[in-house]
């Protein structure tokens, strides 16, 4: 072999190895990340009710119409709007097991620093009402600026709370939860059987 032919040769096996070897960066998933999934999924529930709401009206139309055919295709497509939305409900319960577990530290952390910020408030409090009975005039002022000071930081910690459960967690809409299967189908029974109040499907 030609020596210019064995060097290419050698060169592309070099770097075929090299890049091999190169380290895969981990992708990561942020609080916002999880929130953003969670409402998805929501809006995904609500979307596959609106869909089986719309199909029962059209089953309902189609039978005061004695349109047979039809009948059989509207009980067709509820039954495919009850998986979709059986599916998107466990989707749902899914993502958010995975969310609460992936925030549990932060949140945890998040009522701790509550807890002791309410505490330091109450301390505050206490010693304010000790230093008045005492005529301690300038422990008072000091206790009210301290009393401002502890106020401030517990509404932040709240407020810390509230966006980090957000971000996580998303943010809850009527009738989209995880028993999406079962309950929130606007009243219907499953397969739209004979337990449904209009009997849809014989």
């Known amino acids: 072999m030609p020596a210019k032919m064995s060097s290419l040769v050698f ?18 998933t942020t609080p916002n990340s999880y929130g953003q999934t969670l409402n998805t999924d929501r809006q995904n529930i609500q979307t596959d009710q609106q869909t089986l709401h719309s199909d029962y009206n059209q089953l309902r139309s189609d039978r005061q119409a004695g349109n047979a055919s039809a009948v059989t295709t509207d009980q067709s497509n ?9 599916a998107a409900g466990q989707q749902l319960r899914t993502d ?8 549990q530290p932060t949140l945890t952390q998040d009522r701790s620093t509550i807890r002791t910020d ?3 408030l109450r301390s505050d409090y206490q010693q304010l009402r000790t230093d008045r009975k005492a005529g301690n005039a300038s422990a008072v002022a000091t206790d009210q600026g ?16 509230r966006t980090d459960k957000s971000s996580y967690l998303g ?5 989209a939860t995880g ?14 059987e004979s337990g449904h109040p209009h009997r849809d499907i014989q």
């Open 179 to 192: 028993n999406a299967g079962n309950r929130a189908t606007g009243g219907h029974r499953n397969n739209g």
């Open 11 to 28: 060169f592309f096996c070099s770097f075929l190895l090299i890049s091999t070897a190169l380290p895969v960066r981990a992708q990561t």
């Open 146 to 161: 301290n009393i401002s000071s502890a106020k401030q930081n517990l509404t932040t910690a709240r407020q810390q709370a």
């Open 171 to 175: 943010t809850p809409s009527g009738g």
């Open 78 to 86: 509820i039954g495919a709007a009850r998986q979709n939305l059986n």
């Open 96 to 103: 958010t097991q995975s969310a609460r577990t992936a925030a």
């Open 118 to 120: 309410s505490q330091t």
